[in-house]
Structure formats: structure tokens, C-alpha cells
């Protein structure tokens, strides 16, 4: 996810990193989300990653960040062990519809994962068209929501808060 605001985000002090396990605490009972950030197996870039690891700690979350490069059975052997309350898949090179769409249905026929919010973003193809081409697809194909690389980031603040509300229930 690219161009979603200022990189100058600072995680607050309080706010937990990393891999922190789940515990017994229920789903939803702190307020903190559970979130695998993760890159497509043919991209190479950190920065968003780093990016949306800092964003999401900062907005109160708990973050693992697989980091670039992940091949699909790691990202699904990751989360099967640990069923997260959103993945979220980034891409800037361009190749993110197409890896997000092998990557989305391996998720989906994992049945731990099948009802597990995913959510993919950043530049998804090489024609600078965005969300517009490849959206409708990418969410028929299984993606809870689609935020290309012109959406910023106040979609995908709001798609966490509604998320949060629900898991509170």
C-alpha cells in the first residue's frame, strides 16, 4: 500500500511489536487486532511493509510483519498456527493482482483461514489503473477489501475500525 499518508508515523511507546503471542485473551477483548503484514512472493520491497507495520502498531494493533518475498506456504503455514484477525497483503511492484489472486485462493481453501479478513493493496498492476481494473476482481476472487496505492489511508483506517466493532461483539 503505497501513498497512504505521511511515512513519519512513530509507534507509541506502550504499543506492543512484533510477535507477541495471543495468549488466552479472546478475540476483540483488548481492542488490538491480531495482524500478519505481509509482501507477494515476487516482490521485493520493505518499505511499505515497514510502513504499514508502523500504522497499524500506531493505531493500536498487534503487528507481525513476514516482510518481502513470502512464498504462499509460509504465509499459510504462518497463519494457520496462528489464526490472525486480518492479513493484510502489500505490493509496489506492480505484480500484485496477479500474485494476490494465486495467494487469495490458497488462502480461502485453507479451511482455518476461509472466513479470515484479507485485505490487499498498494500497486496491483503495471498499467497505473489501480483498484478500478483490479478490484471487482480481486474481491470476487475472496479479498475483503481492495485500497490501490491512490485511496490513502483514511479507507483503510475505517475498514480497521469496523473490523474492531465487530470483533467487540
Known amino acids: 500500500m503505497t501513498g497512504l ?13 512484533g510477535d507477541v503471542p495471543r495468549g488466552d485473551v479472546p478475540r476483540g477483548e483488548t481492542g488490538r487486532l491480531d495482524v500478519v503484514v505481509t509482501g507477494t512472493s515476487s516482490d521485493a520491497h520493505t518499505w511499505n511493509l515497514i510502513y504499514l507495520e508502523l500504522l497499524l502498531t500506531e493505531w493500536g494493533n498487534r503487528v507481525t510483519n513476514l516482510g518481502p518475498c513470502v512464498p504462499d506456504a509460509l504465509l499459510l503455514d504462518h497463519c494457520t498456527a ?9 505490493s509496489v511492484n506492480g505484480h500484485g493482482a ?21 485485505v490487499i493493496g498498494g500497486k496491483l498492476g503495471t498499467l497505473g489503473d489501480g483498484s478500478a481494473a483490479w478490484g471487482p476482481r480481486l474481491r470476487d476472487a475472496g479479498y475483503d477489501a481492495v485500497f490501490d496505492d491512490s485511496v490513502g489511508v483514511l479507507q483503510f483506517h475505517g475498514f480497521l475500525e469496523k473490523l474492531r466493532a465487530e470483533a467487540r461483539c
Not at 98 to 118: F, H, M, S
Open 5 to 17: 499518508g505521511s511515512p513519519g508515523v512513530v509507534p507509541r511507546d506502550d504499543a506492543p511489536r
Open 82 to 90: 496462528r489464526v490472525p484477525d486480518l492479513i493484510v497483503v502489500s
Open 98 to 118: 496477479n500474485d494476490g489472486l494465486r495467494l487469495i485462493g490458497a488462502i480461502r481453501e485453507t479451511a482455518e483461514l476461509a472466513a479470515t479478513p484479507v
